[in-house]
Structures are given as C-alpha cells and as structure tokens.
C-alpha cells in the first residue's frame, strides 16, 4: 500500500535561513508526488507538484522540490524562509491513477526572528 | 475563478444528530473527493465522487456516513447520528478530468470543522 513519511514533526528555522522538510513515500510504480501548505483553520493550497521529466520542480511563493528515486524521497526547500511561511507542509503521493491523496503526518514549521 | 467552496465552515451539533456539510467545486471541475483530518493528523481520503456516481468509497466508515453529488447542486457529505469521534475537519476537493479520462491535481477548499458536543 502507497505510504508518505515525513520524519519531522516540528522544525523551528530563523528567519532569514534555508529551510529543507523531508518527504519519504512507498509506491510501487511511478509516483505522482505533491507538496501541500496549510495555514492555521484554513485549507490546504498546493505549492508544487511532480509528474514526470525534470526532477527538480519549482513552485509557488519561492519553494521548490527534488524528486530523488533512488532514495524515495521528494523533499521540500526554500533557500530563504519568510515569517509568513509558518505552517503546516504535508507531502502527498497519487493513488490509484489519481483518485486518492495519501497524505503524511505533516510537518509544522516555526519561524523564529 | 471562484475556488473550491464549502460551508458551514464550522458546524456544532450534539451527540445523536445529523451533520450536513456541502461542497461546491471549481468551475469546470467534475470530480469531488471528501477527506478527514483528525486533531494533530494528516489528511486521510474518505470518498471519490463524480456527478451522480460513487467511484471509489473505501474511507468511508461503514455506517452512518454517506456522500453524494447530483446533477445539480452541490455534493454532500452527511453523517447522521453524530458521535464525539466525528469531530473533525472535513476537507472537499475538486479536480478536472485530464486526457484520457484520467483525473488530475486535486484543488482543496477551506474546510468544514465540525464539533459534536
């Protein structure tokens, strides 16, 4: 069964610095990947997403995300953090031919001054 | 373009009552998909809908939660007999049909957060 990991819980980053959340996902055939961003009480707005060619995908409010195969991964950078940035980031990976989101358990990101 | 609506955006009901939660997707946008979000927990699928069809239901609880979207208006998640455990956010999302039939990027909206006193 498809499975995303995301090992950090929370991470707490100064204004100002680079900022990498880590994504795993187990899915046995090409994986169709997303990175989600959810601010306290609101939805979820989608930030970036990968199909297929290039592995390194650009996306909204400056983030950006490299699939790496070999390693099941598909982490989420931004080389300068923001205080607006402070949220919630989940990865998720299409099941089903696209039917289904499975998500991870999300990482909340805490921006200090 | 208007996004992904839904409302109530917080509904409160007591143990034993229905909660009614609707769901308007984008325009154009043809396949809805309901999701729970547990306190402190990711998002986990519920359903997958597309106009008057049921495709995919295998996160639906087996009692007491239906959905459906008809023709017209829009698609409603309903769980009657409200318990505490349903207290949760309800996330909608919708999506287009891509080439082939297959669907595409799910677009959520802000959610529904129900509390069952």
């Known amino acids: 069964a498809q499975s995303v990991t995301q090992p950090d819980i929370h991470i707490t980053v100064s204004e100002g610095a680079s900022l990498e959340l880590r994504c795993n996902y187990s899915?046995?055939?090409?994986?169709?990947l997303f990175w989600y961003v959810q601010s306290p009480g609101q939805g979820l707005q989608l930030l970036l997403k990968?199909?297929?060619?290039?592995?390194l995908v650009q996306g909204i409010k400056g983030f950006e995300a490299e699939f790496k195969r070999s390693q099941s991964s598909f982490n989420l950078r931004k080389p300068s953090v923001h205080w607006s940035d402070a949220a919630e980031y989940f990865c998720?990976?299409?099941?089903?031919?696209?039917?289904?989101?499975?998500f991870g358990t999300g990482t909340r990101l805490l921006v200090s001054p | 373009n208007a996004g992904v609506m839904q409302n109530p955006r917080h509904l409160v009901r007591r143990r034993g009552q229905e909660a009614r939660l609707r769901c308007s997707p984008m325009?154009?946008?043809?396949?809805v998909y309901w999701y729970r979000q547990l306190p402190e927990e990711g998002l986990k699928f519920m359903v997958y809908?597309?106009?008057?069809?049921?495709?995919?239901e295998s996160g639906m609880p087996k009692e007491r939660f239906s959905a459906e979207f008809p023709k017209e208006g829009p698609s409603i998640l309903r769980i009657q007999q409200v318990v505490r455990g349903d207290s949760a956010a309800y996330f909608c999302?919708?999506?287009?049909?891509?080439?082939?039939?297959?669907?595409?990027?799910?677009?959520f909206g802000p959610g529904t957060r129900l509390t069952v006193l």
């Open positions: 998720s990976v299409a099941a089903g031919g696209f039917q289904k989101l499975v």
């Open positions: 899915y046995g055939a090409t994986p169709y």
């Open positions: 990968y199909f297929s060619g290039d592995t």
């Open positions: 325009k154009g946008h043809s396949h």
């Open positions: 809908l597309q106009k008057e069809n049921i495709i995919d």
């Open positions: 999302a919708s999506s287009p049909p891509s080439a082939g039939g297959r669907t595409d990027t799910q677009y």
